[in-house]
């Protein structure tokens, strides 16, 4: 299970881990597939570099512009003047002028805003806006853009056509591996997400011819086949479970519990910060369920 010559696998960044690191390589030049948040611009700038002559490093690919993904946008422009960061255009007005974004942060991410660090103003000069489908030439490669709205509406994945990689930003949930185990839960959270949109998504990028899929959390997988089940059956136990919450009025320990029976999250909820995506990522989808079934408070939190 092995990625393509173009692209490397950079490993785990921050502590607790955010996401993990890829460099995509089209000879003249690189990109590196999301910023990563403030905090860790440094050590994912500084991973790539090792890989590369300077100078070469001409790209961030942003799939969208929740924190953990494009924070740090500005803090990478700081650093590296010339780089300039591709974004879906639905998003590139949040990274112009970020305070809306910062306000709604910190209000849904608590104490997980802390570990990201903070949002700033990125120059517009150093901004690319992609259309869904638009490309980007990195050296003698080509990576597409393709909207992928339902986790958040400015929502999109990247595709190396060339090697036929996809880099899945939030659109198809988290990815876990821990060696016997490989499972995926669907990252849902509030206010804005759309489970019906993100189903609808999912649909849409299966229709790629898909080599290898490499997901910010926590990994990648060339075994396409086995990965899209495990997505099937995340995003369906994650509905079906809090569908049923709203409807019995569970509160969040018989959630987890439920959860639990059906998808290996236990060791995952050990870990504080995963504890709190999991727990951010249930508060979504029951304000999805609720909205779409026309209830309001319909469950105990
Ligand atoms: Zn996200």
Same mark, same amino acid.
């Given at each position: 299970m092995s990625l393509p010559d173009n692209v490397t696998f950079l490993g785990g960044l921050g502590k607790p881990r955010v996401l993990v690191g890829y460099l995509v390589d089209g000879g003249s030049e690189a990109a590196i597939i999301e910023t990563g948040p403030s905090k860790l611009v440094e050590e994912y700038l500084s991973r790539a570099a090792s890989q +590369? #002559?300077?100078?070469? +490093?001409g790209w961030s690919l942003v799939s969208h512009v929740h924190l953990d993904h494009a924070g740090g946008a500005w803090r990478a422009v700081e650093l590296y003047p010339d780089l300039r960061v591709g974004v879906y255009e639905r998003g590139y007005k949040h990274l112009v002028d970020p305070s809306r974004l910062a306000g709604s942060a910190r209000e849904a991410l608590g104490s997980v805003y802390d570990v990201w660090g903070d949002i700033r103003p990125t120059p517009p000069n150093n901004l690319v806006g992609f259309k869904d489908g638009e490309a980007v030439n990195i050296g003698s490669l080509t990576v597409r853009l393709i909207g992928a709205p %339902? /986790?958040?509406? /400015?929502s999109a994945v990247w595709y190396l056509e060339d090697s036929r990689? +996809?880099?899945? %930003? #939030?659109?198809l949930g988290i990815y876990i591996d821990s060696g016997a185990t490989r499972f995926v839960w669907p990252t849902t959270p509030p206010p804005t997400y759309d489970y019906d949109l993100a189903i609808a998504t999912i649909g849409k990028i299966k229709k790629l011819k898909i080599d290898a899929v490499c997901f910010p959390h926590y990994g990648y997988s060339a075994n396409v086949d086995e990965v899209f089940r495990l997505i099937d059956e995340g995003f369906d136990v994650w509905f079906e479970v809090t569908k049923q919450a709203v409807l019995d009025s569970w509160g969040t320990d018989v959630i987890l519990e439920q959860l639990s029976k059906r998808l290996p999250i236990t060791p995952l909820l050990k870990d504080e910060y995963l504890r709190s995506l999991i727990l951010m990522d249930i508060r979504g989808m029951l304000d999805f369920q609720q909205k779409k079934m026309g209830v309001k408070n319909g469950y105990k939190t």
């Open positions: +590369l #002559d300077t100078g070469r +490093l %339902g /986790h958040a509406p /400015h990689v +996809l880099f899945s %930003g #939030d659109a």
